[in-house]
């Protein structure tokens, strides 16, 4: 049984309540380990320490070449535990081991990514008329709230650290209470690289107590969010006390587009990766698969052959392809949703049901599942489901496939399959999402900008437009000829 606590301004802790929450393995109902469970008074300490640390200049005012060593350093101690961190992730969150070893890698490379950075040149300068010279630098927002989901416990933890720590700005970030485990081994490896205390602080607990606390203090200077829409919201409201800063990465219910000429194969290999993987819990899941008409009997024969032979199982199994859903609430919702699905009239023609044969009963495993005959204003078209559920449109041509990719609130991502090169970057260009794919599906790059339009979000993780969110930029005028104005005669 793994024992998590908190850590606050360098020391590790209980909740001050003495209370824990039950963390369980998805793929067996198991208890794997005990957290603390913190709440406002655990958060307002964090923030404290947070507040102290930044006001002292410890991080923000150190060489930038040390702050990038300490960085370099996360990397380098999260490569060398890398098998371990996979492992914890898989039980932790239920994804297969390839997957979970692949977000380890990934992880690494963003803090090497922003470590790089943080040397870097930055800032203008600008001509202006003499004997002025104005320039341009930016510099650490101050105490960053920072808040991650469950989908991908440990990557979504370092897109938001990397760039915020590299910014020198001080943390407290609240993991998901379901996925709380590798995020203690996160800030072990912080500890051990040497981010001074106070710097870095990790309190676990509800999003309605810790969560709430971190958007509505008015000692935290910025608030960073990924998670669903409705939550976003009540951040936005909370955030206004203080006129915080927000960045907010939220879901999205993503088009991908099928035309005729594409390459056959491709696509339905794209299309399962688009919707299966990680079962179906990535924000940015190609979820509603739009279909040119010539080719859409053809192709979802296709597809539900292949979904059917889909190896559903316990990720740590080498044979998995597709794990359990995170937790028995969020399988619940996901099996809600496919019954809505059949009392609007969507017509189910693979998967659909909880699986519990040959030893699954204990886990929290939902079978491949794909809705035909559907119509745009049905509920499982319309809203995000976050699980292996795909819905299948129709389209004629160009001009519709557009309208019905963009008729969604959301826009964060999309894709088309197409081998006319003209014909994929008009239609790309006519989408309303942040994140687009030519003739692929899902590629996540460090170096390039995440987020979406509309109700997906506000501003951009990753590259270098995430580690801006994380900075205040400052205007410097300097008079190079120090002398009276003489603007009053007197």
């Known amino acids: 049984m793994i024992k998590l606590q908190m850590y606050v301004n360098g020391q590790w802790v209980d909740a001050k309540s003495g209370k824990t929450r039950e963390i369980v393995n998805p793929a067996n109902g198991e208890v794997i380990a005990l957290a603390a469970e913190g709440d406002v008074e655990d958060a307002r300490e964090a923030i404290s320490a947070a507040r102290d640390a930044f006001e002292s200049g410890v991080w923000s005012e150190i060489p930038a070449a040390q702050r990038a060593a300490c960085l370099f350093a996360i990397a380098d101690k999260l490569e060398q535990n890398a098998e371990e961190i996979a492992r914890l992730e898989t039980l932790d969150n239920g994804k297969p081991l390839r997957e979970t070893a692949a977000d380890v890698a990934d992880a690494a490379a963003c803090f090497r990514y922003y470590a790089g950075m943080v040397t870097k040149p930055d800032g203008q300068t600008y001509h202006v008329a003499d004997p002025m010279q104005a320039l341009v630098v930016r510099e650490p927002v101050g105490v960053c709230g920072l808040i991650v989901p469950w989908n991908y416990p440990l990557l979504m933890a370092v897109w938001k650290i990397a760039p915020a720590l590299a910014a020198g700005n001080t943390i407290v970030f609240k993991p998901s209470e379901v996925t709380p485990v590798t995020a203690g081994k996160l800030f072990e490896i912080i500890e051990e690289a040497g981010v001074p205390k106070g710097v870095a602080n990790m309190v676990m607990g509800a999003g309605l107590t810790v969560g709430n606390e971190l958007a509505e203090s008015h000692e935290v200077d910025m608030i960073s969010f990924t998670g669903g829409t409705v939550t976003g919201r009540s951040i936005m409201k909370a955030a206004a006390g203080n006129i915080k800063k927000i960045s907010l990465e939220l879901g999205g219910k993503s088009p991908n587009i099928v035309f005729a000429d594409a390459d056959f194969e491709t696509a339905v290999d794209y299309a399962l990766f688009a919707i299966f993987a990680n079962q179906g819990q990535v924000c940015s899941a190609g979820s509603r698969l739009l279909l040119e008409e010539s080719i859409h009997d053809r192709f979802v024969e296709r597809l539900v052959e292949r979904a059917g032979k889909i190896r559903v199982g316990p990720g740590l199994e080498p044979s998995t392809e597709m794990g359990p859903l995170v937790s028995e609430a969020h399988m619940e919702k996901v099996l809600r949703y496919i019954e809505l699905g059949k009392q609007e009239g969507a017509r189910l023609v693979c998967g659909g049901r909880r699986i519990t044969a040959n030893g699954l ?122 002398e009276p104005i003489g603007w009053f005669e007197g």
Do not use: C
Request: no cysteine.
């Open 361 to 482: 009963e204990k886990g929290y495993f939902v079978e491949p599942t794909i809705f035909v005959d559907t119509t745009p204003e049905m509920r499982v078209v319309q809203e995000e489901i976050f699980g292996p559920v795909l819905v299948v449109q129709k389209f004629k041509d160009e001009a519709e496939a557009v309208r019905l990719a963009n008729d969604t609130a959301y826009g964060l991502a999309g894709g088309v399959f197409t081998n006319d090169g003209a014909k994929a970057l008009r239609v790309i260009k006519k989408l309303r999402a942040g994140i687009t794919w030519i003739n692929t599906y899902h590629p996540t790059y460090n170096e390039a900008p995440w987020g979406g339009y509309k109700q997906s979000g506000i501003g951009r993780n990753l590259g270098t437009f995430g580690f801006d969110e994380f900075t205040e930029v400052k205007q410097i005028n300097i008079n190079l000829q120090v």
